[in-house]
T-cell receptor, first 115, second 114 residues
Framework: SQQGEEDPQALSIQEGENATMNCSYK?????LQWYRQNSGRGLVHLIL?????REKHSGRLRVTLDTSKKSSSLLITASRAADTASYFC???????????????FGQGTILTVHP | GAGVSQSPSNKVTEKGKDVELRCDPI?????LYWYRQSLGQGLEFLIY????????KSGLPSDRFSAERTGGSVSTLTIQRTQQEDSAVYLC????????????FGPGTRLLVL
């Protein structure tokens, strides 16, 4: 089945609230990444967390990784209407070696932030 | 500098026709990837090029799909005898050698097969 499955499928919040999205995967990974996609077009890389890391921050983004549970979460704090987009997790499963970046994407979470 | 570019932005074709989709990666990026995103779905890996190595074609769904990369830069994805199920957004990404995990995506080509 699909590596990198996310939940919820859709999330609707008010501006200023925090948004949390979760991702689960099935195989060992080298790293896990989160991407954002607007209007079904190009993806923008947000953050990468390696298998030996547990938490990472970038601006208003916080990513956690629990390799024992094969899960990750993306937290967006103090959300803005401009954060409205689809968010995808992607896993690089070339564990144990240098990644060549063949990514497996989840189905995505559609985030809507109401002003 | 310029990002990954793809052309055309949109393509409408009739079932049975061949189509060519083009990707111009970021200059200096040695790795290039093609993905497909069907309506409401996540991205599906299609093919990967790295330098002069043989491409990883493990994601191509059928022998109607092929891709080439000329001179280590521009890539063309060709779909022969298109079917309606080929309708999707085709996304190209590139990455820098040595930092191959971070991929930079183009805007995609939206293909509609009637």
């Amino acid at each position: 089945s699909q590596q990198g499955e996310e939940d919820p499928q859709a999330l609707s919040i008010q501006e200023g609230e925090n948004a949390t999205m979760n991702c689960s995967y099935k195989t060992s990974i080298n790293n896990l990444q989160w991407y954002r996609q607007n209007s079904g077009r190009g993806l923008v890389h947000l953050i990468l967390i390696r298998s030996n890391e547990r938490e990472k921050h970038s601006g208003r983004l916080r990513v956690t990784l629990d390799t024992s549970k094969k899960s990750s979460s993306l937290l967006i704090t103090a959300s803005r209407a401009a954060d409205t987009a689809s968010y995808f997790c992607a896993t690089d499963s070339n564990a144990g070696g240098t990644s060549y970046g063949k990514l497996t994407f989840g189905q995505g979470t559609i985030l809507t932030v109401h002003p | 500098g310029a990002g990954v570019s793809q052309s055309p932005s949109n393509k409408v074709t009739e079932k049975g026709k061949d189509v060519e989709l083009r990707c111009d990666p970021i200059s200096g990026h040695t790795a290039l990837y093609w993905y497909r995103q069907s309506l409401g779905q996540g991205l599906e890996f299609l093919i990967y090029f790295q330098g002069n190595s043989a491409p990883d074609k493990s994601g191509l769904p059928s022998d109607r799909f092929s891709a080439e990369r000329t001179g280590g830069s521009v890539s063309t994805l060709t779909i022969q005898r298109t079917q309606q199920e080929d309708s999707a957004v085709y996304l190209c990404a590139s990455s820098v050698r040595g930092r191959r995990e971070t991929q930079y995506f183009g805007p995609g080509t939206r293909l509609l097969v009637l």
